[in-house]
């Protein structure tokens, strides 16, 4: 799926044209703490991968199922990638790590407009020394 494209690394797709102008994402935050899942608009989005993709290089992931019913496509992923900026205030570990996510999504007229992801974010921030 192309939107999960958007998080590897060489990451060629653009945004616009697969995520509506009208695109809310249902995360839980890959660059802060909180475990509530907040709703971003399209720039916001676009800001949260930017942030993610100065820290993070090597972005690789693997498809592991795929299902879709209707306008709605369900992938699970897991993804790997080397920490190397300062991330969350904390410099570089260098580290590749791996971690899970199942992302929903909703299409209307060949555009994502709504995504729902959870993840492993407990093992990303365990895996990066962030959790003792």
Do not use: C
């Not at 299902?67 to 580290?95: I, R, Y």
């Not at 729902?116 to 990303?124: A, I, L």
Request: aromatic share 10%.
């Amino acid at each position: 799926m192309q939107a999960i494209g958007l998080w590897m690394s060489g990451n060629k797709v653009d945004p616009d044209t697969i995520l509506s102008p009208n695109y809310v994402n249902n995360l839980d935050s890959a660059t802060t703490t909180s475990a509530a899942p907040q709703k971003r608009d399209l720039q916001e989005f676009k800001a949260e991968v930017a942030k993610f993709h100065n820290a993070f290089k090597d972005v690789k992931t693997i498809n592991t199922m795929q299902v879709a019913e209707g306008d709605l496509v369900s992938t699970h992923v897991t993804v790997s990638a080397q920490h190397v900026g300062s991330f969350m205030g904390e410099p570089p570990t260098n580290k590749t790590i791996t971690w899970d996510s199942v992302e929903f999504v909703r299409i209307k007229d060949g555009k994502i407009v709504e995504a729902w992801v959870t993840w492993d974010k407990y093992g990303f921030l365990k895996q990066l020394g962030l959790l003792k």
